[in-house]
């Protein structure tokens, strides 16, 4: 019956593959949809201790960082999702300076919520503060440090939706996927508790999971 199907395809004019060429080309679809699939989404290693400014944001805004254990959760990103991510974005790049905690507080790390004036951090933050408002859900909106080519440190928002991870950045007026940046991402906070922060370095996936046994952040 295949045979029969291969030749009146081939008189038809239709280029198509044997059987075995089928597999071999169904596998490698396959492998290459997971392989999408996976780019997509940032691999977790275990927990790592959070940024010093955060810690501190934490102690002054309690209740920003306050919340039960939760599950993982990515925003359903519709085109009024990705029209409020944008317009978020674009405004709060645009109402705030870039300065860094030095000029502003003679300090190295000083996490605030900014006013006419912010570093990297003060951005992430107002950025998430207003989508939470909006009704947006904390554990899609993840605070990330990363490191820019030069390897000096950086913050950016990192948005986890259903079709991927996208990046809210005050040095970059477009919204990427994350795997399409060219920062080197090292920690974030988890999708699970605000408080709690996962890295994003694969060094420290056996190191972590042997200390703490746990794999689900």
């Not at 596998?27 to 691999?43: G, H, I, P, V, Y």
């Amino acid at each position: 019956m295949f045979i029969r199907l291969q030749a009146k395809l081939f008189i038809a004019g239709i280029i198509i593959l044997s059987i075995p060429e089928l597999l071999i080309a169904t596998e490698q679809n396959a492998l290459m949809d997971r392989t999408a699939n996976l780019s997509r989404f940032a691999s977790i290693y275990g927990e790592t201790p959070p940024p010093i400014g955060w810690v501190k944001f934490c102690e002054r805004h309690k209740r920003d960082c306050s919340g039960d254990v939760t599950k993982r959760r990515r925003i359903r990103l519709t085109d009024e999702a990705w029209s409020q991510m944008v317009h978020v974005n674009v405004y709060v790049n645009s109402k705030v300076e870039p300065a860094t905690d030095r000029e502003l507080y003679n300090v190295a790390e000083h996490w605030v919520y900014p006013g006419s004036r912010g570093d990297c951090e003060d951005y992430v933050l107002l950025k998430r503060l207003y989508l939470m408002n909006m009704g947006w859900p904390r554990e899609s909106l993840l605070v990330t440090v990363v490191l820019n080519e030069d390897n000096s440190g950086h913050a950016i928002l990192t948005v986890v939706t259903d079709m991927g991870e996208f990046v809210l950045d005050n040095q970059n007026p477009e919204i990427l996927p994350w795997h399409v940046t060219r920062y080197k991402f090292i920690k974030r906070q988890s999708q699970r508790h605000p408080q709690l922060w996962v890295s994003l370095q694969p060094e420290a996936k056996h190191q972590q999971r042997k200390i703490l046994g746990r794999t689900n952040w």
